[in-house]
């Protein structure tokens, strides 16, 4: 057991700083923001439950996490398509937690920040070092890879828990638009994957659909956003020092879920120091089908879904178990190989899929 520096305090860096200190490591995080969780806000963000057959939440036990934070069970969600098209999908079990992300009590980031501490873990905000002198870089978003900006805002409101996203290219170009209520805290955000200049103007028209449809009180209103990046060719690991998270390309290209691909590479790095395992190959197993499966996804998406989002829904709608239909999208299987190549060649240059620049330059 060696000292262990980690950098970057998001649910990628902390789940690894966790599981090494439980087995007693010295591990030592550096998070260049002033607190953990800095960056969030307190906006809404989901653990989805269709990627995997195990609950969301399980695999934070499985990670040996406690669920010190608020996280609201959804079995119901609206979605509405362009201005006339509504569904309402229902599930038995929940189709997605939410989960609130900053540095206030009850959000992800500070509930993981207390098992750090309580650990035995050294949080030092304000604080970084170069990544040449980290074991583990958690950084988060490779910025130059980014395939989708998300602009929005935090509210308090007395409206009743809410799940709404909306469907339409003029609101969100080839993503989507979500309005959240869970336990008084509200979030409306628009996420865009393309036309990225267009995101002030679209989110103007996300707040406008989505509180025609739910008409909501709004105080206290913070604003937010942030970026998604993602890399096919995964570099888990660079001259000795693991990566993990997104600061690893790990995302969703479909739809930008990310947070369990992180606190599970997270988990994986750790666990590799401390059996002294191979952790580039144990991750390559892990994460890079579903990289893969993710890229035909998008591709997909584009090229179907977005023709006509209305008649997406509707065929999501006749699936017996939409969540399961869902997650049969999430592991590669025969279509994705097929369609691979030509994901690779539409989108290739649009994301900038394999990486750019000196490795250390990327955070
Ligand atoms: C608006 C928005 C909505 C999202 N919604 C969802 C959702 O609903 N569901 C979902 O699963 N995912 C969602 N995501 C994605 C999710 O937030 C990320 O996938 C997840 O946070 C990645 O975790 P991470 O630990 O890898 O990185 P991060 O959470 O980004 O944490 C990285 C940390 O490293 C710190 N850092 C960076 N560089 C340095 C440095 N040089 N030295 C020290 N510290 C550094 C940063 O300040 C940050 O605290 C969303 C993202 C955005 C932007």
Redesign the pocket.
């Known amino acids: 057991m060696r000292p262990v520096t980690i950098?970057?305090?998001?649910?990628?860096?902390?789940?690894a700083a966790i599981t090494l200190a439980k087995a007693g490591w010295p591990v030592t995080v550096?998070?260049?923001?002033a607190t953990?969780?800095?960056?969030?806000n307190g906006?809404?963000?989901?653990?989805?439950n269709w990627a995997d057959a195990d609950d969301a939440l399980a695999l934070f036990r499985a990670c040996g996490l406690a669920i010190n934070f608020a996280a609201t069970p959804f079995r119901e969600l609206t979605v509405l398509a362009g201005r006339d098209d509504e569904h309402l999908f229902q599930c038995e079990r929940p189709a997605?937690y939410?989960v609130r992300?900053g540095k206030e009590p009850a959000c992800l980031?500070h509930g993981l920040a207390e098992q750090a501490l309580a650990s035995g873990v050294v949080i030092r905000c304000n604080?970084?070092?170069a990544?040449a002198a980290a074991d583990i870089l958690?950084?988060?978003?490779l910025h130059r890879h980014h395939f989708?900006v998300?602009?929005?805002e935090t509210f308090r409101t007395d409206h009743a828990d809410l799940a709404c996203g909306l469907l339409d290219d003029e609101a969100a170009a080839k993503g989507y638009a979500y309005l959240l209520v869970a336990g008084g805290h509200g979030c409306l955000?628009t996420?865009f994957f393309d036309h990225f200049d267009q995101l002030a103007a679209g989110y103007e028209v996300s707040r406008q659909r989505l509180l025609a449809r739910f008409p909501l009180s709004m105080t206290a209103p913070r604003p937010?956003?942030?970026?998604?990046g993602f890399l096919l060719e995964n570099c888990f690991v660079e001259k000795g020092r693991l990566r993990?998270?997104?600061?690893?390309g790990?995302?969703?290209l479909l739809w930008?879920?990310?947070?369990?691909?992180?606190?599970a590479?997270?988990c994986l790095a750790a666990q590799s120091l401390i059996d002294n395992t191979d952790y580039a190959v144990a991750a390559q197993a892990r994460f890079a089908g579903r990289q893969q499966a993710s890229l035909v996804n998008r591709y997909l998406w584009e090229r179907f879904a977005g023709a006509d989002y209305a008649a997406f829904l509707r065929r999501v709608r006749r699936a017996a178990d939409p969540l399961a239909w869902l997650g049969s999208f999430y592991n590669l299987n025969r279509v994705h190989r097929v369609v691979y190549p030509f994901a690779v060649a539409a989108l290739e240059k649009r994301y900038r899929l394999t990486p750019t620049g000196a490795p250390n330059e990327r955070?």
């Open positions: 950098l970057g305090a998001g649910p990628a860096g902390l789940t550096y998070e260049r923001r953990v969780g800095h960056h969030g906006d809404l963000q989901g653990l989805e997605f939410l992300r980031d604080e970084t070092v990544p958690a950084t988060g978003t989708a998300a602009m929005g955000c996420v937010f956003g942030g970026v998604g993990v998270g997104e600061a690893a790990l995302q969703d930008g879920f990310g947070i369990k691909s992180a606190v590479s997270g955070p």
